[in-house]
């Protein structure tokens, strides 16, 4: 990937005062990359779990965390992801920005053998994708173009271990229960009808 992609004058100027442009160069060289390996692939597939970073139209960032079962996020091909949506507080933030910003940075994280692996790309929301009907619990689909693919040094990466499944996380054949705050009187008369007959506005 060329250099110029990767680095705008901000890093180069931080690089320069702890004189890392050479590593930094070096590491685009060996690490950088488009497509996604079979490796790539197994890791995301496996991961319960990731962080997304966006921004509106005006360049005001925005992080989530994204949570279900392990293969939730599907790879698609060698340059594409398929995040499906799920029920959440309604705010649409995240995916809200990428209406008006598809630029996004995601990064998927093993606590248990500390490993993390970063894509930079573009995104769009769908509500009509054929995925979803193969997803349960997924009210929109999400599907990302990697730009870049890079994995970061995972020393700082504290080592744990998962408990148990958020009992939230959609899955075949599953109804997940309604969150309690749906259930709060501050919230009742403005949930959606949906949610009021469904339990959480009860």
């Known amino acids: 990937m060329p250099v110029d992609n990767m680095y705008h004058d901000g890093m180069r100027r931080l690089q320069d005062v702890r004189e890392t442009r050479p590593l930094a160069d070096r590491l685009n060289q060996v690490t950088v990359r488009t497509a996604f390996t079979?490796?790539?692939?197994?890791?995301?597939?496996?991961?319960?779990?990731?962080?997304?970073?966006?921004?509106?139209?005006?360049?005001?960032?925005d992080c989530s965390y994204k949570g279900g079962m392990p293969g939730f996020?599907?790879?698609?091909?060698?340059?594409?992801?398929?995040?499906?949506?799920?029920?959440?507080?309604?705010?649409?933030?995240?995916?809200?920005?990428?209406?008006?910003?598809?630029?996004?940075?995601?990064?998927?994280?093993?606590?248990?053998?500390?490993?993390?692996?970063r894509v930079n790309?573009?995104?769009?929301?769908?509500?009509?994708?054929?995925?979803?009907?193969?997803c349960p619990g997924a009210v929109f689909m999400v599907r990302v173009t990697a730009a870049q693919i890079f994995p970061n040094c995972p020393r700082y990466l504290h080592k744990m271990q998962m408990a148990e499944p958020s009992v939230?996380?959609?899955?075949p054949d599953y109804t997940p229960p309604v969150p309690a705050w749906k259930?709060?009187?501050v919230f009742r008369d403005s949930l959606p009808a949906r949610d009021r007959t469904e339990g959480g506005g009860k």
């Open 38 to 61: 079979d490796e790539d692939r197994a890791f995301i597939q496996r991961c319960p779990m990731f962080f997304i970073a966006t921004a509106d139209a005006a360049g005001h960032p």
């Open 73 to 117: 996020v599907r790879v698609l091909d060698d340059r594409t992801l398929a995040i499906p949506d799920y029920d959440g507080n309604g705010m649409y933030r995240t995916w809200g920005n990428v209406l008006v910003n598809p630029h996004i940075g995601l990064l998927f994280l093993d606590f248990e053998q500390p490993k993390r692996i």
């Open 121 to 134: 790309g573009t995104a769009q929301v769908s509500d009509t994708d054929p995925l979803l009907s193969e």
């Open 168 to 171: 939230y996380a959609p899955r």
């Open 183 to 185: 259930t709060f009187d």
